[in-house]
T-cell receptor, first 115, second 114 residues
Framework: QKEVEQDPGPLSVPEGAIVSLNCTYS??????FMWYRQYSRKGPELLMY????GNKEDGRFTAQVDKSSKYISLFIRDSQPSDSATYLC???????????????FGQGTILTVHP | ETGVTQTPRHLVMGMTNKKSLKCEQH?????MYWYKQSAKKPLELMFV???????ENNSVPSRFSPECPNSSHLFLHLHTLQPEDSALYLC?????????????FGSGTQLSVL
C-alpha cells in the first residue's frame, strides 16, 4: 500500500465549477500537510500549508484536513482556466529536526478547467 | 534572479557520458534538496543538504553524486546513467528553522538518457 494515495485523474471541469481534490494516507504520524500546484514544464509551487485537522482558506482555495480519517482535500471555488495544472498533495511527520524537507508526495491530479 | 534557478532546463546524454546539473537559490535558505519526478510516479526525495552537510541519501545509486559547496549552490553529478534514470530532476530549498517545512522548487532539468 502506498503511503499517500491520490487519484491521478485527469479531471476536466467547466469554468466556474467547484473542484475537489483528495488524498488519503496511511501513516498516522503525518502532521503537516501541503498542496502544491505544478504547471507544465515548471516546478511545483506551494499553494496551501496546514497543520492539524480543520479548514484553512486562502482566496478561492480551501484546504481541509481530517486526521481521524487520514484524508485531506483541496477545494477550488469559481475555477478558472488558469487553474489548469497538476495538483500534488504532500505531507511530513514534523517540521524541522531530522525530517525537514522529507515530504511524501501523492502522484498528482491533472486538472483542466475549460472555458 | 529570484527563487530557485536550475540549469540546464533540458539534457540529453548517452549512458557513458558525464554531466552535471546545477541549482542556485536566491532565498537565503539553509537547506537544499534534490527530488526526482518520473512519469506517473510521486516525487522521490534523493538528497538533503543542511548547512552544506549532507543529511540524507535516500538509497540513491552511486551514479548520482551530489555536491553542495555552499548554502546557495547545489550540484548533481551524473555518470554512466541508465535509460530508467530519464526523469525531471527538481532542486528545492527551505529555511529549516524547526517550525516550517515550506519547500521552494526550481523549474527542473528534464533529463533523457539514451
Amino acid at each position: 500500500q502506498k503511503e499517500v494515495e491520490q487519484d491521478p485523474g485527469p479531471l476536466s471541469v467547466p469554468e466556474g465549477a467547484i473542484v475537489s481534490l483528495n488524498c488519503t494516507y496511511s501513516n498516522s504520524a503525518f502532521q503537516y500537510f501541503m498542496w502544491y500546484r505544478q504547471y507544465s514544464r515548471k516546478g511545483p509551487e506551494l499553494l496551501m500549508y496546514t497543520y492539524s485537522s480543520g479548514n484553512k482558506e486562502d482566496g478561492r482555495f480551501t484546504a481541509q484536513v481530517d486526521k481521524s480519517s487520514k484524508y485531506i482535500s483541496l477545494f477550488i471555488r469559481d475555477s478558472q482556466p488558469s487553474d489548469s495544472a497538476t495538483y500534488l498533495c504532500a505531507m511530513t511527520i514534523n517540521a524541522g529536526g531530522t525530517s525537514y524537507g522529507k515530504l511524501t508526495f501523492g502522484q498528482g491530479t491533472i486538472l483542466t478547467v475549460h472555458p | 534572479e529570484t527563487g530557485v534557478t536550475q540549469t540546464p532546463r533540458h539534457l540529453v546524454m548517452g549512458m557513458t557520458n558525464k554531466k552535471s546539473l546545477k541549482c542556485e537559490q536566491h532565498l537565503g535558505h539553509n537547506a537544499m534538496y534534490w527530488y526526482k519526478q518520473s512519469a506517473k510516479k510521486p516525487l522521490e526525495l534523493m538528497f538533503v543538504y543542511n548547512f552544506k552537510e549532507q543529511t540524507e541519501n535516500n538509497s540513491v545509486p552511486s551514479r548520482f553524486s551530489p555536491e553542495c559547496p555552499n548554502s546557495s549552490h547545489l550540484f548533481l553529478h551524473l555518470h554512466t546513467l541508465q535509460p530508467e534514470d530519464s526523469a525531471l530532476y527538481l532542486c528545492a530549498s527551505s529555511q529549516a528553522t524547526g517550525s516550517d517545512e515550506k519547500l521552494f522548487f526550481g523549474s527542473g532539468t528534464q533529463l533523457s538518457v539514451l
